[in-house]
């Protein structure tokens, strides 16, 4: 009895193993420029991090008008300029608040709003991704 299930066991890790032989490489992202024109045009790029950037690019920066969506889901649309968020724009965080709003060098300064997941809002200044300076805040009502 004990040899038998030797014998059945060896021939299960046996095709286990064939099965990994045989099976297909898995299939890899492309990343890169993967439709468009991500130089000088409107394209869209995947980047080894895994984050999505869709829209203008100038000399193969993001500049211009666009869409960078990460990894872990937080999505802005908006202005860039130099690679980064500047200008007008609005992020929406994998945690589910949103600010919509001046953007300097990827960073909130400015004026904008900041939507809370819970509902609440403040609308006034930022500088350095905080609220600063005149502002409101209001509850969900």
């Keep these: 009895m004990k040899t038998t299930k030797i014998i059945i066991a060896s021939v299960m890790l046996l095709i286990v193993q064939s099965a990994n032989i045989f099976a297909q ?15 000088n045009g409107f394209g869209k790029k995947i980047y080894n991090s895994g984050n999505i950037y869709e829209g203008d690019f100038v000399n193969g920066s993001r500049e211009g008008k666009g869409t960078l969506t990460a990894k872990y889901g937080t999505v802005y649309t908006g202005q860039f300029a130099e690679d ?20 300097v060098d990827g960073i909130m300064v400015g004026l904008g709003s900041l939507t809370f997941k819970v509902g609440n809002y403040y609308i006034g200044a930022f500088y350095n991704d905080k609220l600063n300076g005149y502002g409101k805040e209001y509850n969900k009502a």
């Design 84 to 103: 980064v968020p500047n200008g007008k724009g609005k992020a929406k965080y994998e945690n589910g608040d949103a600010y919509d709003g001046d953007w």
């Design 25 to 39: 490489p898995p299939k890899k992202a492309s990343t890169g420029c993967v439709s468009g024109n991500c130089i």
